[in-house]
């Protein structure tokens, strides 16, 4: 799980960025979604790797068996996420 944190961490770093991923995971460890910080690329303060994963993923019925998997603690906007 964790690999996919990374790679998207290192897309991140390539592209210019802040190198931060992330990847939620369903309770069967399906991957639903990853991304990687965009703070930077696209100007957006609100755009975190956690905000990118949860984006990709698409709206789900509930996220209490998911699983978030960062490269970095994540702050107080993504830990209310």
Request: proline share 5%.
């Amino acid at each position: 799980m964790l690999a996919v944190a990374v790679e998207e961490a290192r897309t991140g770093l390539a592209e210019g960025g802040i190198p931060i991923g992330a990847a939620l995971f369903g309770p069967d460890g399906e991957l639903l979604g990853r991304g990687h910080n965009r703070r930077v690329q696209d100007g957006d303060p609100s755009m975190h790797a956690e905000t990118a994963a949860f984006r990709a993923a698409g709206r789900l019925r509930g996220y209490g068996r998911t699983t978030m998997v960062t490269t970095l603690s994540p702050c107080w906007y993504c830990s209310g996420l």
